[in-house]
């Protein structure tokens, strides 16, 4: 079993950037494609991004498509979501999110079977 830890949020400004960063520990992080998913007050966790186990492959929701970049070092065992031009409506808690095995990316919360503790993003206008 995987053990994730993200890290990385914080208070910014709208326009601002920031870099979430999900350290994994445990089994072959190599063999896991992983996903960002992010819970805002009130509402569902809902899909950010995703990429497949080797980096090739990735997909984006639509309301962050061109300022979002999901990327990873399996030889770090790290997954990074890189996140330019925020704003207000970014405000959420970030979770990074493995699944055992799987050759594609995988947009569903119940595709993933292990789940980080968070990071709160905060974006003030």
């Known amino acids: 079993q995987v053990q994730l830890v993200e890290s990385g949020g914080g208070l910014v400004q709208a326009g601002g950037s920031l870099r979430l960063s999900c350290a994994a520990s445990g089994r072959t992080f190599s063999s896991c494609p992983m996903g960002w998913f992010r819970?805002?007050?009130g509402k569902e966790r809902e899909f950010?991004?995703?990429i497949s186990r080797g980096g090739v492959y990735t997909s984006y929701a639509d309301s962050v498509k061109g300022r979002f970049t999901i990327s990873r070092d399996n030889a770090q065992n790290t997954g990074y979501l890189?996140?330019?031009s925020l704003k207000p409506e970014d405000t959420a808690v970030y979770y990074c999110a493995a699944r055992n095995g799987g050759y594609g990316v995988y947009a569903t919360l119940?595709?993933?079977?292990?789940?980080g503790q968070g990071t709160q993003v905060t974006v003030s206008s």
Do not use: E, K
């Open 39 to 41: 819970q805002a007050p």
């Open 48 to 50: 950010v991004a995703a």
């Open 82 to 84: 890189q996140m330019i």
């Open 110 to 115: 119940n595709s993933f079977d292990t789940w």
